[in-house]
Every structure is written in C-alpha cells, then in structure tokens.
C-alpha cells in the first residue's frame, strides 16, 4: 500500500524567501506525481504535474522535480509572497491516487 | 469548460440519517476519487470509480458506499451518519491512464448533529 509523507509539517518564512516542500512515498511504481495547493476550507488547486518519465516541472515561480527511483519529489517555490500562503499537497497516482498530510506555509510580509 | 462540480454545498443531517453527496467530472473524464477531510486532518482516500465500476476502496466501513452512472457522474452515500463524518467531501475527475492532471471541485461540507 502506497504511503505518502511530506516534510515539514509546517513552514513559516518572510516574504521574499526562496523555500523547498518535500514529498516521499514508497511504492515507485506511479504513473505520475501531482502538487496541489488548498486555501483553508476549499478544494484543492492542481499546481503542476509531473509523469513517472518526467523529472522536473515548472510554472511560473514553481519547479517541482520527481524522482521516481529514491521515492522523493520537491517543490520548490521562489521569491514567496503572503499569496503563496496555503496548504500544500502532494499526492501520487498508482491504482488510485493518495495524499500526503501537506505542508502548512505561512509567507509573513 | 465547466470544472469539476460537486453539490450540495453545505448538508447539516441528524446522527443516523443517510446523506447523498455528488460529483460532476469534467467532460471527457472517466474517473471520479472520493475523498474525506475531517477539520485539520488529511485526505483520506474513499473510493474510486472508472468506467461504472468500483476500482478500489480505502479502509472506510461499508456504510460507506457509492456509484457510478453511465454519464461519469457519481454518488457517494454514508448510512447511519455518525457524529465523527462530520467533515468536508472532496471529489476529483480524471481520466484512467494516469497521464493526466486530476482536478477538484470545491466539496461537500457534511455536518451531523
């Protein structure tokens, strides 16, 4: 059974900064690797997606990187604004498609 | 294009009820995810359905159950609420062969009083 586990838990940073959000899972037989954003109480926001073949993705002031082999992927989310400020998951595709519990950022002005 | 639409909004039922929540996938989609986000906890996976079959559940009783119409359009319905379903349902749409993003709508916040 895939498990999904992101680190940190929480993040707190002063605008501007660049951050990491780290996800890992252990089954890498995926057929992709989807971040999310979820502002308190909504839906989720599909921020990018990589394929299982891919290694990276990016938009905008987002990369996100896959590797599938170790099990881990990274967001990487450049010069933060209080905007960014969310929840974010990550979750894999294999036969279904499971969450990590998501990173809690908070970007301060 | 229309998103991924979910209804009702809100549903407020009494402790032992039935409740019925809905999904629309986008068009073109097959596949419709369940999902349950209790307050301050993760996604817990439901259900999955492609194509009018139940291709996999997560670890939630059988009061939990669901369909899938020949449209795409889905059903989950929770038997004998509990306090403890009180939480906001999440349903996503996608195609089958992975290679394709998943998208959400905005839920369905279940309150059982």
């Known amino acids: 059974k895939q498990e999904v586990t992101q680190i940190p838990a929480a993040l707190s940073v002063p605008e501007g900064e660049n951050l990491v959000l780290n996800c890992s899972f252990t089954?890498?037989?995926?057929?992709?690797l989807q971040w999310f954003r979820q502002d308190p109480g909504k839906g989720l926001t599909s921020l990018l997606l990589i394929q299982s073949s891919q290694r990276e993705q990016t938009s905008g002031r987002l990369n996100a990187s896959l590797d599938k082999s170790s099990g881990r992927s990274t967001l990487y989310i450049a010069a933060s604004q209080p905007g960014d400020s969310a929840t974010y998951l990550c979750?894999?595709?294999?036969?279904?498609?499971?969450f990590g519990a998501g990173t809690r950022l908070t970007v301060k002005p | 294009e229309a998103g991924v639409t979910q209804s009702p909004t809100h549903l407020i039922k009494t402790r032992g009820q039935q409740a019925t929540l809905r999904c629309s996938p986008i068009s073109g989609h097959t596949s419709v995810y369940w999902y349950q986000q209790a307050l301050g906890l993760g996604l817990q996976f439901l259900l999955w359905y492609d194509e009018g079959e139940e291709r996999n559940r997560g670890n939630f009783p059988p009061r939990f159950s669901g369909r899938q119409f020949p449209n795409y359009s889905s059903e989950l319905n929770v038997n004998a609420l509990e306090l403890e379903d009180s939480a906001l349902y999440l349903c996503?749409?996608?195609?089958?062969?992975?290679?394709?993003?998943?998208?959400f709508g905005q839920g369905t916040r279940l309150t059982v009083v």
């Open positions: 089954d890498s037989a995926i057929y992709n």
């Open positions: 979750a894999v595709r294999d036969n279904d498609m499971r």
């Open positions: 996503a749409s996608s195609t089958p062969l992975g290679n394709t993003e998943a998208f």
